[in-house]
C-alpha cells in the first residue's frame, strides 16, 4: 500500500471524528484554536510521549491579551470534589461565566473577560510557568526568529494552554532554525506520523512478545518431553535386563531414545502364547490381562497396568512367548526391538545382558527354581557355552548323564530309545528349553539320541560339581546340595498325575510322607499278583518289568541268582532262563524258546527303566485293593522314593466328599470308587483376588469345587454388580456346564486368593459307564427345571420322573419349532444349539442350551404368541406335555399340583411386572393379597374414567382396549423366554393421588386376570 493510499484510509478512519472533535473544540475556544494540534497534544500525554513544539494557535491569530497575572498551577482536587459536568452539559459563552462566577462563590464584572473553560475530552492538564521546566520538559532549543523579540506581559495560565508556552520560550533566544510551525507538514500528517510511529512500535513489541512466547512454548515442550522421557526411563529401568546394575545411565538414555510407542484397540492380542518375537513392551497407558493354557484351558493368570512389561527376554533369544497379553483397554505400548539393542549397546553390556537372561530362564528350570537371586547369578557365571553344527549329536541313548543343557539359540531333536514301553515319538526343543537335568544329579544315561536340528545351534551347560563349586564355604555347598536334591526329589514326584494335580499345601503334605528305599541288584521290588502298597519313583539305577511266573526266577529270599552270563539253570536244567539287554529268554533243554513252560517263538520282553521320575504301582492311588500287573525286578543297584498313597487318600477323601454333595455325583448316582476315579481327575487352579473365575452369559463345560478361599457369586442386576452370596471352601458351582452347554447364569469372583478343583466333561465320560452317564443327564435335567417356575416347587422325585419323560427331537438350521397361533401343549428346553424367538414383527432374541420356553401359556392351553425357530445347523431339544408333567404324581394329588403349579406362575407373573427385587416370601406375603378375577366374552374390566384401586395383569384370555393398542415383545427373565406379559396400569401404580382410569378395557375372549391392589405394588 502507498503512501498515498494509507493517507487516504486514515483520513476516510479518522476524519469524521476529527471533524466532529473540530467542531466541538472551535465552539469552546473559538475559531483560531487548530483543533488537531489539540489532540495531537492530548493523544501524546496519554501515551507518555514527547509532545512536539507545535502551537495549538492557527498561524496569523494575533495573540490574545492576558488577562490577570499567572498563577500557580492548581492543586489536585480533593477526593471528596464533585467531579466538572461533561461537556455537553456546561454552558458556553455568557452562561458559562455566569455558572463559573456562581461556583466560585464570588461575583464578576460584566466587562471582565472570562477564560473559556477547556473542554474535559481533550484533557490538557495545567502547563507550569515556570520557564525553566517548560524548557526542559520540552527538551527544545529556543527558536532564533523569537530571540529578539521584546518580552511579553506574562500571559494567564488558560493563555499559556493555548500558546503551549510559546511566548514564555520566546524570551530566551534558541539556537535552532527550526519554525513554531512547520510549513511543509499539515497537522494531520503530523497525527498520522505519530499514528504510524506507534504502529511500528506497537508491531515491534508484539513481535518481541510473540517471539517471547513462543521460546516459552518451546521450553514447555522440551521440559515435558524431557519429563516424558524421564518417566519412559523410570519404566524401562524396571527391566532387569536393562537395569541400573547391567547398563548406565547414558545407554539406558540412549535406549529411551528407541523406544516406539504403539497403539492397540480394546481386546487386540500384543502377543500371543507360543509365537516366536523380538520385542519387549512396557505399558504406558492402559490395561491388559495375561492370559495362560493350563491344563487344557486357557486361564487369566495376571493384569498389567502402566509401566509394567513383557516379553523382556524375546531381546536375546527367539523363545516362544510363554503367555499371551490381550489389551483390556485402549493401550499405548512402548516397544524396543533386539536390533535397536544390539545397535546401542557394546558387547560388555550384551553379555551382561545374557547372564540377567540366563537368571531369568532359571525360572522354568526345576532343578535351579528355588535358589535365590544371588545363587542363581552365580550359576549363570559357571554355565558353559557351546556351538554345534546341523547333524551333529549332543548326546546318545547310552550316553551317561553328565552336564545339563539349555538350549540358547537354535532346534535340537530328541529321538527316544526303540526298546522304549511308550510309542517312539520325537520331541523339538528351541531356546530356553532344556535337557539332561533328571540324570545330572545321578549319572543316569540320557535315553534319548540328541542332535542338532538347525543350522546353528548355542547350548549353555553345567555339570553337578560345577553346581556345587559356586559355593566355596562348605556349609554353603552342603545347603546348596540339599536344596538342588530336594527340589529334584519333588519334581520326580510330580511325574505322578495324581500327585502333580494336587494344589502346592496338599503335595507339600504327600511329599514329606517320601522315603528312600535301596534295592540290591536283582532284588524284586514287587511281584506280579501281589497287592500294591506303595507307589514308587525311580530315583537312581535301572530297573526290569518281567511279565512272565517268577517260580522259576525267585528263591525263598526274594532274590533272583543269575551265573556267569546271566544263565540261570533250576530243576533239573528244564528251563534255561536268559537274561541280556532286557531281554528275557526262556529256553527248554534243547535250547527251543519258551515261556511259562510252552515253547514259544519269540523272546519276552521284559522292558527296562533307567530315567529318573518313572514311577511304579500308581494303581493303587485308585484302589486300595490293586494288584502288581508284573514284576519289577532290580538290574542294577537302585533308588526309589517310596510313599504310602494313604498320603494321598487322605487328600483324596476330603475331595470325594466335596464331590459327593453334588447331587450328579451323590453316592445315590456313584460308587465310592467312582467317586475317587473322579477324584484323581480333578486339576487345581490358583486364582488371585479379583480374578473372574467364571462369568455370567458365557458358555463353559467345567465345574468348580473351592478348596480355600472365598468367592462372591455375583448377577447384572439392573447395569449394576450385585453379590448374591459368598462361597467358602467346599462350595462349588457350574455343575450342570459337565452335562451342557449352558450359559452361566451368575459370575463367581475370587474375593481372596482361591485354590479350586475343576472337573470336565470329558474327565466324567473317561472315567464313567454311560449307564450312570444316563442317570446324571436326568438329574441335570432336574435341575434345568428349578429355574422354571412352575417346576421349581415340585419335589425332587417328581423332578426326575419328568426328566424321565423328556422327549427329545432334532431340528434343522431355520426349521420352525412352533408357530406363534399354535395351541401351546409343550414345554421345551433347549439341549443343544440355539435357536431364535419372536415376537410380532421385533427383532428376535437367540436362545441358547438350558434355557426354555412355552412356560407361561402352558397351563392355560393358549396359543404360543411367539414364532421359535432353529438358529444353529442342528438343535435338539428337550419337551414335555401337561399330562407329562401330571403323572409324575399320585391321582388324588394331581389338582393339587395344578394348584402349585397355578400359584407359582402368578408369583411370577407379580414378580416380571411390578415387584422385580422382591424375595420369595415378600412375594408370598403380596399374593395373599391379591385375587383372580375370572372373565367372559365382552365383560368390561373398567370404564375410562372409573376411579381405580388396582392394577390387572392378564393371566389368560385376549383383552382389548379401543383407542389404546397393546404391544407384546419377546422377553427374557433367567433362562425363561416368552412374550412379555399383559399388563393394565402399570404405567399409574406408582402415583400417589386417586386415579381414573384413562381408556376401556374389555375381554375379547373368555379368561382371567391377576387382581393387584394398588398399594401392594406402593409397598
Same mark, same amino acid.
Given at each position: 500500500m502507498t503512501d498515498a493510499e494509507w493517507a487516504a484510509n486514515m483520513r476516510k478512519v479518522l476524519g469524521p471524528h476529527l471533524e466532529a472533535m473540530a467542531s466541538e473544540v472551535q465552539q469552546s475556544w473559538g475559531p483560531d484554536v487548530d483543533p488537531e494540534a489539540m489532540m495531537l497534544r492530548w493523544l501524546c500525554q496519554r501515551r507518555n510521549l514527547e509532545v512536539p513544539p507545535v502551537s495549538v494557535r492557527r498561524r496569523g491569530a494575533a495573540p490574545r491579551p492576558p488577562s490577570s497575572p499567572p498563577e500557580d498551577p492548581p492543586a489536585k482536587p480533593p477526593e471528596h470534589a464533585k467531579p466538572e459536568p461533561p461537556l455537553s452539559a456546561r454552558p458556553t459563552g455568557a452562561s458559562a461565566t455566569s455558572a463559573s462566577a456562581s461556583a466560585g462563590g464570588g461575583s464578576t464584572s460584566s466587562n471582565q473577560r472570562m477564560e473559556p473553560i477547556a473542554p474535559q475530552t481533550a484533557r490538557l492538564p495545567a502547563i507550569r510557568t515556570s520557564r525553566s521546566t517548560e524548557e526542559k520538559r520540552l527538551s527544545l532549543p529556543p527558536l532564533a526568529e523569537e530571540a529578539s523579540t521584546v518580552k511579553p506581559p506574562e500571559p494567564s495560565p488558560t493563555a499559556m494552554a493555548l500558546d503551549l508556552g510559546v511566548n514564555i520560550l520566546a524570551t530566551k533566544p534558541w539556537t535552532s532554525q527550526?519554525?513554531?510551525?512547520?510549513?511543509?507538514?499539515?497537522?494531520?500528517?503530523?497525527?498520522?506520523?505519530?499514528?504510524?510511529? $506507534?504502529?511500528?512500535?506497537? /508491531?515491534?513489541?508484539?513481535?518481541?512478545?510473540?517471539?517471547?512466547? $513462543?521460546?516459552?512454548?518451546?521450553?514447555?515442550?522440551?521440559?515435558?518431553? @524431557?519429563?516424558?522421557?524421564?518417566?519412559?526411563?523410570?519404566?524401562?529401568?524396571?527391566?532387569?535386563?536393562?537395569?541400573?546394575?547391567?547398563?548406565?545411565? &547414558?545407554? /539406558?538414555?540412549?535406549?529411551?531414545?528407541?523406544?516406539?510407542p504403539q497403539t492397540f484397540e480394546r481386546g487386540q492380542f500384543i502377543i500371543k502364547e507360543g509365537e516366536v518375537g523380538d520385542r519387549l513392551y512396557i505399558i504406558e497407558r492402559g490395561t491388559c490381562e495375561v492370559n495362560k493354557k493350563l491344563n487344557g484351558r486357557e486361564v487369566t493368570i495376571g493384569q498389567l497396568s502402566k509401566g509394567a512389561f513383557f516379553g523382556e527376554i524375546a531381546v536375546?533369544?527367539?523363545?516362544?512367548?510363554?503367555?499371551?497379553? $490381550?489389551? /483390556?483397554?485402549?493401550?499405548?505400548?512402548?516397544?524396543?526391538?533386539?536390533?535397536?539393542?544390539?545397535?546401542?549397546?557394546?558387547?560388555?553390556?550384551?553379555?551382561?545382558?545374557?547372564?540377567?537372561?540366563?537368571?531369568?530362564?532359571?525360572?522354568?528350570?526345576?532343578?535351579?527354581?528355588?535358589?535365590?537371586?544371588?545363587?542363581?547369578?552365580?550359576?549363570?557365571?559357571?554355565?558353559?557355552?557351546?556351538?554345534?553344527? &546341523?547333524?551333529?549329536?549332543?548326546?546318545?541313548?547310552?550316553?551317561?548323564t553328565s552336564r545339563m543343557y539349555i538350549i540358547e539359540q537354535g532346534n535340537i531333536l530328541m529321538t527316544p530309545s526303540r526298546r522304549n514301553r511308550q510309542p517312539a515319538q520325537e520331541l523339538r526343543l528351541g531356546p530356553g528349553q532344556y535337557f539332561g537335568m533328571r540324570g545330572l544329579l545321578y549319572g543316569a544315561p540320557m535315553g534319548f539320541t540328541i542332535t542338532a536340528d538347525s543350522d546353528e545351534v548355542m547350548t549353555l551347560s553345567i555339570s553337578y560339581e560345577e553346581l556345587v563349586d559356586t559355593e566355596t564355604d562348605p556349609a554353603d555347598r552342603t545347603e546348596l546340595a540339599t536344596i538342588l536334591h530336594r527340589s529334584m526329589r519333588a519334581?520326580?514326584? &510330580?511325574?505322578?498325575?495324581?500327585?502333580?494335580?494336587l494344589a502346592e499345601e496338599n503335595f507339600q503334605a504327600v511329599f514329606k510322607d517320601a522315603q528312600e528305599v535301596k @534295592? &540290591?541288584?536283582?532284588?524284586?521290588?514287587?511281584? /506280579?499278583?501281589?497287592?500294591?502298597?506303595?507307589?514308587?519313583?525311580?530315583?537312581?539305577?535301572?530297573?526290569s518289568e518281567y511279565g512272565g511266573k517268577l517260580e522259576k526266577l525267585v528263591e525263598q529270599d526274594g532274590k533272583v541268582s543269575f551265573k556267569k552270563w546271566n544263565v540261570l539253570e533250576k530243576d533239573s536244567a528244564e528251563y534255561i532262563y536268559e537274561l541280556k539287554s532286557g531281554q528275557l529268554a526262556v529256553k527248554d533243554g534243547e535250547g527251543r524258546r519258551a515261556f511259562d513252560g510252552q515253547v514259544a517263538d519269540t523272546d519276552v520282553n521284559c522292558p527296562e527303566h533307567v530315567t529318573p521320575g518313572t514311577y511304579f504301582g500308581a494303581e493303587c492311588l485308585e484302589s486300595k485293593s490293586a494288584i502288581a500287573p508284573y514284576t519289577l525286578v532290580a538290574l542294577t543297584d537302585v533308588t526309589l522314593l517310596q510313599f504310602p498313597p494313604s498320603a494321598i487318600w487322605a487328600v483324596q477323601e476330603e475331595q470325594r466328599q466335596f464331590l459327593s454333595r453334588i447331587q450328579l455325583f451323590s453316592p445315590d448316582v456313584l460308587t465310592k470308587d467312582e467317586q475317587f476315579m473322579l477324584v484323581s481327575k480333578l486339576k487345581p487352579w490358583n486364582f488371585p483376588a479379583g480374578r473372574y473365575i467364571i462369568k455370567e452369559g458365557e458358555i463353559g463345560d467345567m465345574l468348580f469345587i473351592i478348596e480355600r478361599g472365598v468367592c462372591d457369586a455375583c448377577k447384572i442386576l439392573n447395569d449394576q454388580e450385585v453379590v448374591l452370596t459368598q462361597l467358602k471352601k467346599g462350595a462349588f458351582f457350574g455343575e450342570l456346564a459337565v452335562m451342557f452347554d449352558m450359559p452361566r447364569t451368575a459370575s463367581v469372583r475370587a474375593a481372596t486368593p482361591v485354590t479350586a478343583l475343576s472337573l470336565t466333561r470329558e474327565d466324567i465320560t473317561s472315567v464313567i459307564g454311560e449307564e450312570k452317564i444316563s442317570k446324571m443327564q436326568i438329574l441335570a435335567k432336574a435341575q434345568v427345571f428349578g429355574s422354571i417356575p412352575i417346576l421349581a416347587p415340585l419335589p425332587a422325585a417328581a423332578k426326575n420322573t419328568i426328566a424321565r419323560r423328556l422327549q427329545p427331537k432334532c431340528f434343522e438350521k431355520g426349521s420352525v419349532i412352533i408357530d406363534p397361533k399354535a395351541k401351546a401343549d409343550r414345554l421345551y428346553i433347549v439341549e443343544s444349539g440355539s435357536v431364535m424367538v419372536q415376537c410380532g414383527e421385533e427383532k428376535g432374541i437367540q436362545l441358547l442350551a438350558g434355557m426354555s420356553f412355552g412356560m407361561d401359556r402352558l397351563l392355560g392351553e393358549e396359543p404360543y404368541d411367539i414364532k421359535v425357530t432353529a438358529f444353529s445347523d442342528q438343535v435338539k431339544t428337550l419337551s414335555c406335555t401337561l399330562p407329562d408333567i401330571l403323572a409324575s404324581a399320585g391321582t388324588g394329588e394331581q389338582e393339587a399340583m395344578v394348584r402349585h403349579m397355578q400359584r407359582a406362575l402368578h408369583m411370577w407373573l407379580l414378580r416380571s411386572v411390578f415387584l422385580p427385587d422382591e424375595s420369595e416370601q415378600q412375594l408370598a406375603n403380596a399374593l395373599r393379597h391379591c385375587d383372580v378375577l375370572p372373565v367372559n366374552e365382552g365383560d368390561v374390566v373398567f370404564e375410562k374414567g372409573e376411579s381405580l384401586t388396582s392394577v390387572y395383569i392378564g393371566i389368560q384370555g385376549v383383552f382389548q382396549s379401543p383407542g389404546h393398542p397393546i404391544y407384546r415383545a419377546t422377553e427374557v427373565r433367567g433362562n425363561i423366554v416368552n412374550a412379555s406379559p399383559l399388563a393394565f396400569g402399570a404405567e399409574w401404580a406408582t402415583r400417589d393421588s386417586p386415579v381414573s382410569a384413562p381408556y376401556r378395557l374389555e375381554a375379547a375372549t373368555a379368561g382371567s386376570l391377576l387382581r393387584v391392589p394398588m398399594y401392594v405394588v406402593r409397598g
Open positions: 527550526l519554525a513554531v510551525n512547520l510549513p511543509e507538514c499539515k497537522p494531520w500528517e503530523r497525527t498520522l506520523k505519530t499514528v504510524q510511529d $506507534r504502529i511500528v512500535s506497537d /508491531q515491534k513489541r508484539h513481535t518481541s512478545h510473540a517471539e517471547m512466547l $513462543r521460546a516459552n512454548d518451546q521450553r514447555m515442550h522440551d521440559l515435558m518431553a @524431557y519429563m516424558h522421557q524421564e518417566m519412559r526411563g523410570q519404566f524401562l529401568a524396571k527391566v532387569p535386563l536393562l537395569s541400573e546394575k547391567v547398563l548406565d545411565a &547414558k545407554t /539406558q538414555f540412549r535406549l529411551v531414545s528407541c523406544l516406539k536375546l533369544y527367539d523363545m516362544p512367548r510363554t503367555a499371551t497379553v $490381550r489389551t /483390556q483397554t485402549a493401550v499405548i505400548a512402548l516397544g524396543l526391538s533386539r536390533a535397536d539393542i544390539q545397535k546401542q549397546l557394546s558387547a560388555e553390556d550384551l553379555e551382561r545382558m545374557k547372564l540377567i537372561a540366563r537368571t531369568q530362564v532359571f525360572g522354568s528350570v526345576p532343578l535351579l527354581a528355588d535358589l535365590d537371586a544371588e545363587r542363581k547369578a552365580k550359576v549363570a557365571i559357571a554355565l558353559k557355552s557351546q556351538r554345534w553344527y &546341523k547333524g551333529a549329536v549332543l548326546a546318545g541313548q547310552n550316553h551317561i519334581h520326580l514326584v &510330580k511325574q505322578i498325575p495324581a500327585v502333580g494335580r @534295592y &540290591k541288584k536283582w532284588n524284586v521290588v514287587f511281584q /506280579q499278583g501281589s497287592v500294591l502298597r506303595y507307589v514308587y519313583v525311580l530315583e537312581r539305577g535301572k530297573l
